[in-house]
Structures are given as structure tokens and as C-alpha cells.
């Protein structure tokens, strides 16, 4: 009796953490939420995602580069593409992004590595921002019940550092 106790605390330490971890609660999880890069002008950089399967019925996910809006109390929310006369917050870097595709196509609780590129112009000083929407397909339209669906909105905060302006200083007779 106390033998069979024991493996099944031992089986429920060891498969808890899943039921407790994000992915199997919401289906997927991403990582990391959110993203500070530093680079110098000219710079290519690569920002690794992990994109988690905790739902075996969640097949692929949607990646979606997006602006982010700021609103009057600081709170940030992305700008749907294709939406007009929103106000971009501050500097926005998505025509430099690239991504490794659109679509991640994730298998039965594993985990999927995913890759953005920033190509940082040579022209660019200060602070820009972008984010990336992860999210998964709209469930089909003959689902009975309530259908949730969850998104990731991973802010991209990149600080651009370059040498000052050179200025021209000569001395005369």
C-alpha cells in the first residue's frame, strides 16, 4: 500500500509542472514575452523565440509583425495592419524585420526554435520599437461552445548606439 503511494506522488511531482506550465493551460506559450536589444548601426541581429505545444489539437501558429500604438495612459497595444490613422508610437523598425516564415508549424507538446532578423540601418541613433503577434488560426465556425483564443504580443524595444557626429575643427594663423 505505502509502495503504490509513493509511485503515484512520484507520477504527479513529475507531470505537475506541465499541468502548471502556461502551454498547457492556454495551449502554447512563447518565449520570451518580450524582447531589449542593443546594436550599433549597420548591425544584423537575430532574436531566437520558442514557441511551446501544450494542446495536441493546436497544430500551427500565426506570426504577425506589427507597430505599436502608445495610448495617452502609457499603456502599449499593437496597430492592425492595414489600419489607418493610428498614431505609431515613437520610431518603428518593422521594415527592417525579417522573419524565418509566417507560420510555425508546431507538433504534439514540443517545442519549436523560431528566428527574427533585424537589418539596423546605418542611418538609425535611438530607441525603436516593433512587436511580433504570435497567435493560432481561428478555430473552424462549426465549434460549439465558447471559443477562446489566445495571443502572445512580444514587444522589440531596440536601442541603437553609434559613434556621435564627427564634427570639423580646424585651427588658423
Do not use: C, W
Not at 496597430?79 to 522573419?99: D, W
Not at 497567435?135 to 524595444?157: H, K, M, N, S, W
Amino acid at each position: 500500500m505505502n509502495r503504490l503511494a509513493v509511485i503515484i506522488l512520484a507520477g504527479l511531482s513529475v507531470l505537475l509542472p506541465f499541468f502548471m506550465s502556461a502551454a498547457a493551460a492556454q495551449g502554447f506559450s512563447v518565449e520570451p514575452l518580450t524582447v531589449q536589444v542593443r546594436a550599433r548601426p549597420g548591425d544584423i541581429v537575430q532574436i531566437p523565440f520558442t514557441v511551446r505545444s501544450g494542446d495536441a489539437s493546436i497544430t500551427s501558429i500565426q506570426v504577425t509583425p506589427v507597430n505599436l500604438s502608445q495610448h495617452q495612459n502609457g499603456a502599449f497595444t499593437f496597430v492592425q495592419p492595414g489600419t489607418e490613422g493610428v498614431k505609431v508610437a515613437h520610431q518603428s523598425m518593422l521594415s527592417s524585420l525579417r522573419l524565418s516564415g509566417t507560420e510555425i508549424a508546431l507538433e504534439d507538446f514540443a517545442a519549436q526554435e523560431f528566428i527574427a532578423e533585424l537589418e539596423v540601418p546605418f542611418s538609425a541613433r535611438g530607441y525603436f520599437f516593433l512587436a511580433l503577434l504570435f497567435e493560432q488560426p481561428p478555430r473552424l465556425a462549426d465549434t460549439t461552445g465558447t471559443i477562446i483564443q489566445f495571443r502572445y504580443l512580444v514587444p522589440i524595444i531596440v536601442n541603437i548606439e553609434g559613434r556621435p557626429v564627427l564634427q570639423a575643427v580646424q585651427i588658423d594663423d
